[in-house]
């Protein structure tokens, strides 16, 4: 291995790379989400600023840098300000070990097409995303406030709970693969996307994301009209634009690990002739889950809080152990 | 089972993907208004040209938010705006006050105050929100005369005329 200035430059080049498309990722995804939605409620979404609404995204990032930074004058000063950040920034390094795609040549070097490569990549994962649950509980617990707080303490349950059946409902690809690292799932669904040994496993994989990303219909914690926005209630400006952003780059984040556990991630017709071929199909898998994602919460009700934890371990979680299970059996006998 | 009801409720939003969205796409396109909508005031004329108004204030007593302010002159046969012995000489409705509620538009003896379609009203400071008469007079019909008129004497005595029951 060589320690040129490559070795460190390279690295340096890709977090850019991935931080700043992440967050133009979730820049767009706020319009996606915005057009796809109304389009599912028969009405056109934003399309006044800038030719089909394209700028309004950055009409909504002037607006909220615009606003009032409040502080309460009894919340925890140091812990409020820091719970945004202590939110957003494990859904920003979540994807530094998803592989975009195959190794390519750029200026005559061989570049892979991740950040770093790990054998336990999955594990690193599901860390990882347990951290954000901090900030959540912290903001509300900062901002002095009883609902607040109650939307910190639900939301934070929520996450944990639904983590476990998200966890496990990992194990099938891992099995399946071999192998803990993301590189080596990919590489193994050469054959066949997992998707089709894993049926069950797809499907408790799309709850706990959804449940794992607060969204509808579990979104039970920002709920406007139960908890009045429940943790982030106290949240204005820039502050509250970071919980925003960090909701949906985890939302990205859940996508693109999907689509790599599950649908074969870079992999697609001719990938091998031309890589660049490899993110460009990814893109569009992640942005078909997005979609899912979209869709689901323009169609279903939000789900009572007590039933949403009794779903989450009373049938996600044994499904998701059963699921192991089967898996498990059926490897060992067929071989 | 829930899981149905789910994958049912999946295909009906989906479904609506492929109908025309109802959103009117304002300001390119306007959706014409109803039948009796109350927009900005037109003050009417009689197809000779004279002006309905009498200036008889009855609108500006009726108004709820005060908006109307009426000054009533007398009409000679040489200078005649309206049939019978007084006009508004001078007439603002204030469209920072009013509601558009259209009592005016019922307490008008002549039919002269109507509430037209008219409702892209934006105003940017107060002096302009108050519309006066000649803004508010609609043009002379064809084949009328504008105002002031010179008439042959005695032939417009009746302030108020005949007029059909509303339909």
Redo the contacts between chains.
Sequence with gaps: MSFDTAFFVEPLIKSVVLVLGLTLGFAYLTLFERRVL???????GPNRAGPGGILQPIADAVKLIFKEELIPSAADKLVFVLAPIITVVPALIVLGVVPFGPTVIIFGRSVRLALADLNVGVLYILSITSISIYGIVLAGWASNNKYAMLGGIRSSAQMVSYELALGLSWVGPILLANSMSLEKIVEAQRSLWFVVWQPVGVLIFFIAALAEVNRAPFDMPEAEQELTAGYHVEYSGMKFALFFMAEYIKMIAVCVIGATLFFGGYLGPLVDRWPWLGPFYLLLKVVALLFVMV??R???PRIRYDRLMAFGWKVLMPLALLNVVVTAVVLVVIG | MAVRGIVEGLATTLGMMFERPVTIAYPEVKRPVRPRFRGRHDLKRYDNGLEKCIGCALCAAACPADAIFVEAAENTDIVRFSPGERYARTYEINYLRCIFCGYCEDACPTEAIVLESQYELSYTDRRTAILGREQLLVPVPPGGQPTPQRVAPHSFDRAIPDMKDPE
């Design positions: 109304a389009r599912l409620q028969v009405r056109i869709w689901v323009a169609t279903l």
